[in-house]
């Protein structure tokens, strides 16, 4: 078994910026790529965010392409989501993912992903 526990979420004004971590416990997530998905109240979970195994390749959704930063330290067993200029609209349960196949470069479908963290709240004022 995988365990993800995500962490860095918060409240913040319009504009702010936050650092998300997932931590890994138990096997380690590499060689996987990981993903991060949010939920709004309301709404489906949704893709944000994804890196290959080796870290080389990143994938955004065009809502946050530009302003969110998918990173990750495989010697750490974490990887990362720097929100930057957040929005109103960025308010969400932000849970990071493992894919469920090895040596890819990850995907934007939540079925594809086979392990999930519990989430961490971030939420944006206006």
């Known amino acids: 078994q995988v365990q993800l526990v995500e962490s860095g979420g918060g409240l913040v004004q319009d504009g702010g910026s936050l650092r998300l971590s997932c931590a890994a416990s138990?096997?380690?997530?590499?060689?996987?790529?990981m993903g991060w998905f949010r939920q709004a109240p309301g709404k489906e979970r949704e893709f944000v965010a994804s890196?290959?195994?080796?870290?080389?390749?990143?994938y955004y959704a065009d809502s946050v392409k530009g302003r969110f930063t998918i990173s990750r330290d495989n010697a750490k067993n974490r990887v990362y989501l720097q929100v930057n200029s957040l929005k109103p609209e960025d308010t969400a349960v932000y849970y990071c993912?493992?894919?469920?196949?090895?040596?890819?470069?990850?995907?934007?479908?939540?079925?594809?992903?086979?392990?999930w963290g519990q989430g961490t709240q971030v939420t944006v004022s206006s």
């Open positions: 890196i290959s195994w080796s870290g080389a390749d990143t």
């Open positions: 138990g096997r380690t997530f590499s060689p996987y790529a």
């Open positions: 993912a493992r894919h469920s196949l090895r040596y890819t470069v990850g995907s934007y479908e939540s079925s594809e992903y086979d392990y």
